[in-house]
Every structure is written in C-alpha cells, then in structure tokens.
C-alpha cells in the first residue's frame, strides 16, 4: 500500500483540515524486517448519549460526521480504534446498554471493518465493565498487525482508575514473550503518566506499566480521556492523547479548575477531531495528522 | 435606639461567623490531640465545603464522611488519599508545611460529574 501526504491533504476539500504532528522517533521497523507501511484511525471521547447543548450543539450528528470524515479517506485505513468513553455515562443499567447498541449501530456504518474499541470509564467504571463485555468484548487485548504488537490495557473498569495486579502480571507475561527492540503501541484510555492527577489525569498504578514497558526500544502509547491532543515523553517513550468527539477540556493547568469548554456557534465543532496514525519508512516511528471535524 | 443597634451589630457578628466557618470550612472543633478537626462531606457530585482554609504550619485532622456511596477524597498536591466509605467517619491528619492552593477531587468513579467533584485547601501562611 502506497500513502502519501497528499491523500490527507486530499481530506481538506471535505472540510477537514490536516495538521501534521510529524513526530520524528526511530524506525521502528529497522530490526524487525517487516516493511509494510500502513496508517490506522484513532477516534476518542464519544461520549454517545451526552445531551447538553451548551457544550455541543450538535450532540447526535457529531459522530456520524466523524464516521463519514473516515469513510472518506483513501485509501481506507487498515483499522480504525475507539480508544473509550464511547458513551455517556449514566446510572441506569438499561439505559446504557441502549446507548451502547445505538453507539454500535452508528459505528457499524465505517467501511472498515477492522475496528477495535476500548472502555472508558463512562463505559465501564460503575458497572466495572459488566455491559461494556456484553456488546464491545474483552476490556484488555492485544492484537498484531504489519509486524506490530497492540497491546489494550484497562484503567478504567476499576473506579479507581487502577490497572490492577492481575492486569500488570498479564501485561508482563506478553511482554516477556517480545524482543527488545520489537515495535509496540499500546493503547489506553487515561494517560498512564501523571499528567495532571489533580484533575484525575492520571492512573494509579500507571508507573507500573510504564515500568514495564520501559525495557522496551520501542514503544508508543495512545490514550484518549483528556479531550485534546497532547504528547508527553516518559523516558523514550512518547505519549499522545487525542481530540474528543463531544466537547474539548482545557490545556492542562491552564484554569484553576476543570471544566468543559462551551459551544461556539462561530467555531462549530472547535477542538473535536480524528487522528490518522501512519507508519512511515524509513524516518519517524509514527506521524500523526490531526483532522477536525467541521460543518457541511 | 442604642440597644436596636447593639443587637444588629451582634446579629451581623454571628451572620458572618456563621458564613466565614460555614462556606470555608474553619474548625469549631478540637480532638484529644488539642488538633483541630475540619468536617468534610462528601455526596455526588460536590464535597461540603468546596473551600477549606488552613494556616502553614498548624496540624488539622480532616474528618470525611459520604453522604451517599463512596467517594474517594485525593490531594495529589498533598500526597494524601482515602476511601471514604458510607456510613463510616474517615479521619485524616494533616500537617500543612507550606502555603499554596491544594485541590482535593473524587477519585473513585461516582457518576455523571464525577469529574466536576471537587474542592480546594487554601493553606496561608
């Protein structure tokens, strides 16, 4: 498969306008000998159900704009991946798994079908993941793809936003089982580093995975939770969060306390967007395009 | 005349007592350790009082209950944590060393605004 820039580029004339991280890391397929460039989707926060119209006027169309956005790229991804908070939280039992199954409908209209989801803790936290499991499958999963390890952790089906033991000692038998320097991504919801703990931007245990995980030459992490693109290096490790599909958050720390950021009729769908992740050979472990959602 | 005055000067006293303890928390309690003790609730999704007060240097014991179901009570700031179950009086020392804005936050998934549960020691010099 042959994926240039110009096949995002392409993607402005939709109305979504491109930006490119252009994050520089090692080749990460230098030892490996797999040289398959590809590029996945990542889509976060959808948040289905969430109704306020002050933070998103546009509460039902904005994820079926975000799937159409997808549908149009092309070439297609080879996967796309929901990295949690598909929906809404909500204390009634019933009432979730109704927005799960409309959730699933929704995403059953990507023209890629390889698509991977993961919890959030609006998904999965008061019910420790029990509907989640019922329409969506296992809460932690790893998958290969193109030479690749994917490794899907859970901090989230615990409310206290911990991995858990049982969680790390299975991370650390899959991990045992790779070389070195074999190229990882893993995916969460909330970030495993402290980013901002006072405004429960953190997980627990997350240091313990980083532990883990930092033996390893080459490793990625994508999480979503915070609603807005940011990038953080533990050690050699890169972190990147990504835009929300209901309402942004602010910068960490820039207000004294967290709050959502209000609609504005004159930047319709600001700060919500998709993320196109692409493998490039040789140069950088990953670029990254950022794509917004917007009207029409 | 001068005693109608007296009488809204004391009420106003009160009022304002009434408001500085209740809004920002201020003790009107000591434990056996001559500590004072702040009293904290916590219900979905707010703890009462959002604001508490605290001078650099003077231990405090905070004591937490749950109005409703668990909550979490962090101040990563702090590094203080607890569970703060229903039904139970959760106690926390605390000896503030040095003077900032510390915010305090639910950290055990409540529900929708959970991640508006929140509040702020103020610690003075």
């Not at chain 2, 962090?74 to 229903?86: E, Q």
Request: hydrophobic share 35%; glycine share 8%.
């Amino acid at each position: 498969m042959s994926l240039n820039r110009r096949d995002f580029i392409k993607l402005a004339t939709y109305g979504g306008a491109v930006f490119s991280t252009g994050l520089i890391g090692k080749n990460v397929f230098a030892k490996t000998g797999e040289q398959d460039e590809f590029y996945f989707v990542q889509l976060s926060d959808t948040h289905w159900g969430f109704n306020d119209k002050k933070f998103n006027a546009d509460p039902e169309g904005t994820l079926p704009r975000a799937i159409e956005l997808v549908n149009q790229l092309d070439p297609q991804p080879d996967f796309i991946v929901f990295t949690g908070d598909l929906t809404h939280t909500t204390d009634d039992p019933n009432i979730r798994r109704k927005r799960m199954a409309e959730f699933q409908d929704i995403a059953r209209k990507l023209n890629t079908r390889n698509v991977r989801y993961m919890p959030g803790e609006h998904d999965a936290s008061l019910d420790n993941g029990e509907a989640y499991k019922e329409f969506f499958g296992d809460l932690n999963y790893t998958f290969d793809h193109k030479g690749i390890h994917f490794i899907a952790l859970d901090n989230v089906s615990d409310p206290r936003a911990r991995l858990g033991d049982s969680q790390l000692a299975w991370l650390s038998e899959d991990l045992n089982q790779r070389t070195k320097d074999a190229p990882i991504v893993v995916l969460t919801h909330r970030p495993l580093f402290d980013l901002a703990p006072e405004w429960g931007w953190s997980t627990q245990d997350g240091a313990k995975a980083i532990e883990l995980l930092m033996p390893f030459e080459n490793v990625t992490v994508f999480y979503g939770h915070i609603h807005q693109e940011h990038h953080h290096q533990t050690g050699h490790i890169p972190h990147h969060s990504a835009r929300s599909l209901i309402f942004p958050l602010p910068v960490p720390g820039s207000v004294e306390k967290k709050h959502k950021i209000a609609w504005d009729d004159a930047q319709p769908y600001r700060g919500l967007g998709i993320r196109n992740i692409e493998t490039t050979l040789p140069g950088a472990a990953f670029d990254l395009h950022e794509i917004n959602i917007k009207k029409g | 005349m001068a005693r109608t005055k007296q009488y809204i000067h004391t009420i106003l006293i009160c009022a304002g007592l009434i408001f500085y303890y209740g809004a920002y928390g201020l003790t009107n309690q000591q434990n056996n350790d001559n500590k004072a003790v702040i009293k904290i609730t916590a219900k979905r999704f707010e703890y009462s009082p959002p604001v508490v007060e605290l001078k650099k240097g003077v231990p405090v014991t905070l004591e937490l209950t749950a109005l409703d179901r668990i909550h979490g009570f962090n101040v990563p700031g702090l590094g203080l944590r607890a569970d703060v179950p229903p039904g139970q009086t959760v106690h926390v020392d605390l000896l503030p060393d040095k003077a900032g804005q510390y915010i305090f936050l639910c950290d055990i998934f409540c529900g929708n605004g959970h991640g508006e549960m929140n509040g702020v020691i103020v610690v003075k010099d």
